[in-house]
């Protein structure tokens, strides 16, 4: 029990960022969760554009690691970062996602869908060649767009 | 191809915040992610942390889904998340990471792995029961801590 509550401890410790924010409301945390999510996302597909887009040369090894990151990332269960009232509406500060995210479920589901096909996609892709990617990069891209463009507030 | 640029665009628009950053610094775009990855650890532990605790009643389904991640995030490949130079000895106010990091790195690789072991055995667990549960959190929060107690700066 001694090792067990000073392994807790150790975890709490982990968490005490996120827990200084769920103190202040219970929408921090998992808002947090899900921007560090999109961050994930964003770092992965920024290196597979930038290759596509001939900014940076064309790694086969890097491109696979970032393909298969994209498809864990979008393999996670995102059930718990999206609660109920946790929208812009009365967070603007905080967080971009519109009311309409709750109310139109089943088109956000077929946005999540998308993306794991998508990166099924990319992971079969990616490090054959810079040409592979290049064809298999939109995909993704109209993806994150079926969500982004109906359900997150436009940057001001 | 007008297709293809459409949507390296949209994926374009999607990285304009780690972009902004990637002006500033060649690592701020890596710091960001490795940090977001550790902010998905943290709210996935804490779920966990919070059952075990007894803070929070004792959910297999929601159990299970932070253990899953877990799995999923700890799979995840950093490679490109650690470029060398990106410690805190020049940056102090971006990073937490020991220069020591990179010189001692099967050390880190040794952590990683005791981390998927950990998630491994969690996700095992974690949807049985309490008990099963707060068995098998102590692993996690020690492979937390192989990494941290050497290689990451104090907190001030």
Same mark, same amino acid.
Not at 52 to 60: L, R, S, W
Not at 94 to 111: G, I, N, Q, R, Y
């Given at each position: 029990m001694r090792i067990f509550t000073r392994v807790l401890g150790a975890a709490t410790a982990l968490i005490m960022l996120s827990g200084t924010a769920i103190a202040q409301s219970p929408f921090d945390s998992p808002i947090k969760a899900r921007q560090a999510l999109m961050q994930l996302y964003s770092f992965n597909i920024g290196q597979l554009a930038g290759m596509?887009?001939?900014?940076?040369?064309?790694?086969?090894k890097v491109a696979s690691a970032a393909a298969n990151?994209?498809?864990?990332?979008?393999?996670? *269960?995102? +059930? $718990? &970062?999206?609660?109920?009232? =946790? *929208?812009? +509406? $009365? &967070?603007a500060d905080?967080? =971009?996602?519109?009311?309409?995210?709750?109310?139109?479920?089943?088109?956000?589901?077929?946005?999540q869908k998308m993306l794991v096909t998508a990166t099924d996609g990319i992971v079969a892709m990616a490090g054959k060649d810079l040409a592979s990617l290049q064809g298999a990069i939109g995909a993704v891209g109209r993806s994150c767009g079926s969500c982004h463009k109906s359900f997150r507030a436009e940057k001001k």
């Open positions: 596509a887009k001939g900014e940076v040369p064309y790694d086969a990151n994209l498809k864990l990332a979008a393999s996670i *269960d995102q +059930s $718990a &970062m999206w609660p109920p009232g =946790s *929208d812009n +509406s $009365a &967070m905080k967080t =971009s996602a519109l009311p309409d995210l709750w109310s139109a479920f089943p088109k956000v589901v077929e946005a």
